[in-house]
């Protein structure tokens, strides 16, 4: 059974002792999606992938020495929306995976996928809060379905 994690300082220590190559995706789960070949599909045109849509956690150099916990909730809120438009199924699990290509949305595709931990709805709302409390009126989440 898949651990879960249940706060961002949790996510923070999880990434500290597994590296960067960690990776969330958002899904009904590594058990649906690793029997399911560990190939996703273009949403668009339908054509299988060569790996499966994750989202980096890796922490970029730029960043320098700010917050992990606001690194990694941005990393959460940018892909919240996957839940509401794919069904309430839906939920991201964190992974450990090798980078074989980029979707078409220049997401990476993963390999050798290592399911860690699922990541609890009390993750997600603290990621939102850790957000909004920087008051930025010039990003939010990465949602097509806003620019319709």
């Given amino acids: 059974m898949l651990p879960t994690v249940k706060d961002l300082a949790e996510l923070a220590r ?22 399911d070949s560990a190939s996703s599909r273009d949403g668009l045109t339908g ?9 980096s956690l890796r922490l970029e150099q730029w960043w320098h020495d700010r917050s992990l916990r606001l690194w990694l909730a941005r990393r ?17 699990w964190v992974l ?4 074989i290509a980029r979707g078409p949305d220049n997401e ?6 290592e399911p860690l931990a699922w990541v609890a709805d009390e993750v997600l709302q603290e990621a939102r809060e850790l957000v909004d409390e920087q008051g930025s009126r010039e990003w939010g989440p990465m949602d ?5």
């Fill in 14 to 35: 999880l990434f500290g002792a597994e590296g960067d190559d960690l990776y969330v995706r958002w899904s009904r789960g590594p058990e649906v999606d690793l029997a």
């Fill in 47 to 55: 054509i299988p992938l060569p790996g499966l849509s994750a989202n």
């Fill in 76 to 92: 959460l809120y940018d892909y919240e929306h996957l839940r509401s438009l794919r069904g309430p199924d839906v939920r991201p």
């Fill in 96 to 99: 450990r995976g090798r980078e």
């Fill in 108 to 113: 990476p595709l993963v390999v050798a996928v």
């Fill in 144 to 148: 097509r379905r806003a620019h319709r």
